[in-house]
């Protein structure tokens, strides 16, 4: 499907007109990428795809805020040397747009996943998609499949070996989405209030059934008012809210506020707009999971949350 995308006429003019040119010779060149990736999210969806066939240059590392990530000029460099560039897509990587289409309209191989999904599945806040789409595992999954197309399109003779490496994948995220459904079911629906530090988590709550309050909006750029404060600290005083949430990747200092006024406590740290380190695992009662990987961060919150609020 054709994604609404957003252009800013000053964004990183002298890295992006870089890309017009290739790498000056001479210098300390970084060795080739095949494929150029954004986000750790969008990585661990290349990475279980790839295998060891490919060589993969992720451009943000676990703790990265995607929002207001700048790319540097040996990640321009790496954009411009790869074979193919995945990113998120539903201007989540909101600085590195102009990169993008400058990329696409060379002609080179620059895929965004969250062009596998329909329109029906892009939740539209404030007058802009919601670009947290990995929240839902049903939505990622959508996005693993194009994933799984673009690579095969890209690398058409090591199809089979992406192709069997997506339905392993697909496997793992469609049994931790079960997962998932069931660890929200197993929380009152009155008790599933989930106020968190910016607007990440409306994909998650209209999967598993949470009622979604975050401080900030859809983007970290944006601030959280004082009446936008007043009104959360509100809901949290009348509806009894037991725990609030703050994230991994963006500054605490407004949760802990809202903690302060209410009494709530803070529940734990969240996963939102990257994963934590690969192999960092995490005891969830019955088994370890990864959170290093989109599912192990999704059971991750999951556990966190539900734990706090019962």
């Not at 990113?87 to 990169?99: A, C, N």
Request: glycine share 8%.
């Amino acid at each position: 499907m054709k994604i609404l995308r957003f252009h800013f006429a000053a964004a990183l003019p002298a890295l992006a007109a870089a890309l017009l040119s290739a790498c000056s010779p001479g210098g300390n060149t970084p060795p080739k990428p095949d494929i150029v990736t954004t986000t750790t999210m969008v990585t661990d969806v290349v990475r279980s795809l790839a295998g060891d066939e490919l060589t993969i240059h992720p451009l943000m590392g676990p703790g990265v805020d995607p929002h207001l990530y700048k790319p540097g000029q040996e990640d321009i460099q790496n954009l411009q040397m790869a074979n193919v560039v995945v990113y998120s897509g539903l201007h989540l990587e909101g600085k590195m747009v102009d990169i993008f289409e400058r990329l696409r309209s060379q002609g080179r191989k620059v895929y965004a996943l969250a062009d596998g999904l329909d329109e029906a599945d892009i939740i539209t806040a404030d007058g802009q998609h919601d670009p947290h789409i990995w929240g839902d595992a049903g939505n990622w999954l959508k996005c693993l499949d194009h994933c799984t197309k673009c690579l095969c399109e890209a690398y058409p003779e090591k199809a089979a070996a992406i192709r069997a490496r997506s339905a392993t994948a697909a496997l793992k995220l469609s049994e931790a989405h079960a997962r998932l459904q069931a660890a929200a079911n197993s929380l009152p629906k009155d008790q599933r209030v989930l106020v968190t530090s910016h607007d990440a988590f409306r994909y998650f709550g209209r999967a598993y059934g949470f009622e979604v309050i975050g401080i900030q909006g859809i983007s970290t750029v944006s601030e959280a008012s004082i009446a936008g404060m007043a009104k959360i600290i509100d809901v949290v005083k009348s509806r009894g809210v037991k725990a609030v949430f703050v994230e991994s990747s963006v500054s605490h200092t407004t949760i802990e506020r809202i903690s302060k006024d209410t009494g709530a406590k803070i529940g734990g740290e969240l996963f939102s707009d990257a994963l934590g380190p690969p192999g960092d695992l995490r005891d969830l009662g019955d088994r370890k999971v990864d959170c290093g990987t989109t599912a192990g961060m999704l059971e991750t919150n999951m556990h966190t949350i539900v734990e706090a609020l019962k």
